[in-house]
């Protein structure tokens, strides 16, 4: 049966709970229970985020296209500038009131009332606030819109001396403040989804916006005055995330229950949830909030800094994307799910097995970026308008960022844990000293280092968050495994120091034989990866890191059930 009939089976029929792992997508296998092995628990978790990877690896491979495309039109010029600006500013409104946010707050209440058996009160309460997110950031799309030209320039100071720039950022901001109100109703719809453990539909979902906006560059653009074309990419992304909320409500149906317009103030679950989204809007804000002080010291560096970093960033998150975010987001309605139970023991076990298996998935990625940094981003980004110079710039960042990825993955999923044990307001106080710390970084270095200093102030700030946050989540769960998790890490550490050798003599060797043409970058740093991570496996397994074990472990007990 194809999985999309398969998943719109009456709920009714599917089990109450869900272990470790479980994704209804990833073949019906049914949930573990939450005493079971950690290790077999592990191997599912691994293999369902195998499976989100996928979906979710496609629409970053469509946004890597997308940002190539983009690139191709627009280099690094001003008006990218101008449009990474205008879009950060909605994309932090998003962060504080609509999607994640919202997850964060809506997931763990409304498990609960599925794992107590109340699916209608559960739907009444998503009805709820599907209502409050129209009502509620409709009025701030408004505001906003109003508000255009104040906004932009507190968040961009360096671009008051050019009224051109200043004027077109006000511009596309305007054009791209509803996707606030949009992306809070498929949070809300997302979130819904992944308490059922429906995950694919929504890892697709990305793919269909990216490719939207691929559309709307190659087929807009050219019809726009050369002055103008950056307001194809704003109504790309614009029409893109029209597309995003549609494509997964579908799978909705056959829930037990359906959304409607309706408001209940007196439900106690409604103000339940609006009580955990203040200390979750807050936390995911101030993480956020990160990006808009990179381009806040970014316009005092350069014209060009801010979208230098923003090009690395989009590289930085490919991993990050396929692998961190996969794992925290199938593992949220697990953890929340534990927490409901009480099983603490369970939910610190579940929690520190992702950790491990974020970083047996990250470090090797942060070796990659930081050793391969510049031939990845001139394959990437280097045709059309993005030349040498722009290369330089971005992949300056890029080697910086590097360094934070597998902290940032880390820091996701401690973020998950404390949101899922109804504790919210531990880490929100870190993500804020977090920022200040970013802050205070990025001020003192952005003179001498330039775009280095700024991104660095984030690193920083990054590393300091992942470990506070550990740290108070061991005195919650009576511990995090930290001696099982230092024991993998440094086996992993190993593995990538040798990935990131093999790695870079691969690519220089190559690069020297080949040339700089399109298909010899795609060969020389294809085969340094390769190579690379030929090795680091190698190292891993002959290290007998549990983690990967538990990968082989698994694929070898399905490998016969396919024949």
């Given at each position: 049966?194809?999985?999309?009939?398969?998943?719109?089976?009456?709920?009714?029929?599917?089990?109450?709970?869900?272990?470790?792992?479980?994704?209804e997508d990833a073949g019906g296998s049914r949930a573990a229970p939450a005493s079971e092995d950690p290790t077999r628990s592990g191997g599912r978790l691994a293999l369902s985020?195998?499976?989100?990877?996928?979906?979710?690896?496609?629409?970053?491979?469509?946004?890597?296209?997308?940002?190539?495309?983009?690139?191709?039109?627009?280099?690094?010029?001003?008006?990218?500038?101008?449009?990474?600006?205008?879009?950060?500013?909605?994309?932090?409104?998003?962060?504080?009131?609509?999607?994640?946010?919202?997850?964060?707050?809506?997931?763990?209440?409304?498990?609960?009332?599925?794992?107590?058996?109340?699916?209608?009160?559960?739907?009444?309460?998503?009805?709820?606030?599907?209502?409050?997110?129209?009502?509620?950031?409709?009025?701030?799309?408004?505001?906003?819109?109003?508000?255009?030209?104040?906004?932009?320039?507190?968040?961009?100071?360096?671009?008051?001396?050019?009224?051109?720039?200043?004027?077109?950022?006000?511009?596309?901001?305007?054009?791209?403040?509803?996707?606030?109100?949009?992306?809070?109703?498929?949070?809300?719809?997302?979130?819904?989804?992944?308490?059922?453990?429906?995950?694919?539909?929504?890892?697709?979902?990305?793919?269909?916006?990216?490719?939207?906006?691929?559309?709307?560059?190659?087929?807009?653009?050219?019809?726009?005055?050369?002055?103008?074309?950056?307001?194809?990419?704003?109504?790309?992304?614009?029409?893109?995330?029209?597309?995003?909320?549609?494509?997964?409500?579908?799978?909705?149906?056959?829930?037990?229950?359906?959304?409607?317009?309706?408001?209940?103030?007196?439900?106690?679950?409604?103000?339940?949830?609006?009580?955990?989204?203040?200390?979750?809007?807050?936390?995911?804000?101030?993480?956020?909030?990160?990006?808009?002080?990179?381009?806040?010291?970014?316009?005092?560096?350069?014209?060009?800094?801010?979208?230098?970093?923003?090009?690395?960033?989009?590289?930085?998150?490919?991993?990050?994307?396929?692998?961190?975010?996969?794992?925290?987001?199938?593992?949220?309605?697990?953890?929340?799910?534990?927490?409901?139970?009480?099983?603490?023991?369970?939910?610190?076990?579940?929690?520190?097995?992702?950790?491990?298996?974020?970083?047996?998935?990250?470090?090797?990625?942060?070796?990659?970026?930081?050793?391969?940094?510049?031939?990845?981003?001139?394959?990437?980004?280097?045709?059309?308008?993005?030349?040498?110079?722009?290369?330089?710039?971005?992949?300056?960042?890029?080697?910086?960022?590097?360094?934070?990825?597998?902290?940032?993955?880390?820091?996701?999923?401690?973020?998950?844990?404390?949101?899922?044990?109804?504790?919210?307001?531990?880490?929100?106080?870190?993500?804020?000293?977090?920022?200040?710390?970013?802050?205070?970084?990025?001020?003192?270095?952005?003179?001498?280092?330039?775009?280095?200093?700024?991104?660095?102030?984030?690193?920083?700030?990054?590393?300091?968050?992942?470990?506070?946050?550990?740290?108070f989540l061991g005195r919650d769960l009576d511990g995090v495994e930290a001696r099982q998790t230092a024991s993998a890490i440094v086996r992993v550490l190993a593995g990538a120091?040798?990935?990131?050798?093999?790695?870079?003599?691969?690519?220089?060797?190559?690069?020297?034989?080949?040339?700089?043409?399109?298909?010899?970058?795609?060969?020389?740093?294809?085969?340094?990866?390769?190579?690379?991570?030929?090795?680091?496996?190698?190292?891993?397994?002959?290290?007998?890191?549990?983690?990967?074990?538990?990968?082989?472990?698994?694929?070898?007990?399905?490998?016969?059930?396919?024949?």
């Amino acid at each position: 049966m194809p999985e999309d009939q398969r998943d719109a089976a009456p709920a009714s029929e599917r089990p109450a709970s869900a272990g470790a792992g479980h994704i209804e997508d990833a073949g019906g296998s049914r949930a573990a229970p939450a005493s079971e092995d950690p290790t077999r628990s592990g191997g599912r978790l691994a293999l369902s985020t195998a499976f989100f990877s996928f979906a979710t690896g496609l629409s970053r491979v469509a946004g890597l296209v997308r940002e190539i495309v983009a690139a191709s039109f627009f280099g690094v010029s001003g008006a990218m500038s101008a449009f990474t600006i205008a879009f950060q500013v909605p994309n932090l409104v998003r962060a504080l009131f609509a999607d994640m946010a919202l997850q964060g707050a809506f997931v763990p209440v409304f498990t609960d009332l599925l794992e107590r058996g109340e699916r209608r009160e559960a739907f009444r309460v998503a009805s709820s606030l599907f209502f409050l997110i129209t009502l509620v950031l409709g009025g701030i799309t408004a505001l906003l819109v109003l508000a255009a030209p104040a906004v932009m320039s507190l968040v961009a100071p360096g671009f008051d001396d050019d009224p051109a720039l200043r004027d077109l950022t006000v511009a596309l901001s305007r054009i791209l403040f509803p996707i606030v109100v949009l992306l809070g109703l498929s949070g809300l719809v997302v979130g819904m989804l992944n308490s059922f453990e429906h995950f694919s539909v929504p890892a697709l979902a990305p793919l269909a916006w990216n490719l939207v906006i691929i559309g709307a560059l190659v087929g807009l653009t050219p019809a726009f005055p050369e002055e103008d074309q950056i307001y194809a990419y704003a109504i790309g992304v614009l029409a893109g995330t029209v597309v995003q909320l549609l494509l997964p409500t579908p799978w909705l149906r056959g829930r037990g229950g359906r959304l409607t317009l309706t408001l209940d103030w007196r439900s106690p679950q409604v103000r339940r949830v609006l009580a955990l989204m203040l200390p979750v809007t807050i936390t995911l804000g101030l993480i956020n909030f990160s990006l808009l002080v990179n381009s806040f010291f970014g316009t005092l560096v350069s014209d060009q800094a801010p979208a230098a970093i923003d090009k690395a960033f989009r590289i930085y998150m490919l991993p990050q994307g396929i692998f961190s975010i996969a794992i925290a987001t199938i593992l949220f309605p697990t953890l929340s799910r534990l927490a409901a139970r009480g099983a603490l023991d369970d939910v610190r076990r579940t929690m520190a097995n992702g950790v491990r298996q974020i970083g047996l998935l990250l470090i090797p990625s942060a070796a990659i970026l930081a050793v391969l940094a510049e031939p990845i981003t001139r394959l990437v980004y280097e045709r059309g308008a993005f030349g040498a110079a722009a290369t330089d710039l971005v992949s300056e960042a890029m080697f910086v960022w590097a360094f934070s990825l597998p902290f940032q993955g880390a820091s996701l999923l401690y973020s998950r844990t404390f949101f899922s044990l109804q504790r919210p307001w531990t880490t929100t106080a870190l993500a804020g000293g977090s920022l200040v710390v970013n802050a205070a970084v990025a001020l003192a270095l952005y003179r001498p280092l330039g775009i280095s200093g700024v991104v660095l102030g984030t690193v920083v700030a990054t590393i300091g968050l992942s470990l506070a946050q550990a740290r108070f989540l061991g005195r919650d769960l009576d511990g995090v495994e930290a001696r099982q998790t230092a024991s993998a890490i440094v086996r992993v550490l190993a593995g990538a120091a040798a990935l990131a050798l093999v790695a870079f003599l691969a690519w220089r060797v190559l690069d020297e034989a080949l040339g700089r043409s399109l298909a010899a970058q795609v060969a020389s740093v294809g085969a340094g990866i390769v190579a690379g991570l030929a090795v680091y496996t190698g190292v891993v397994f002959a290290l007998r890191v549990p983690e990967a074990r538990q990968i082989a472990r698994l694929v070898a007990e399905r490998l016969p059930r396919r024949r």
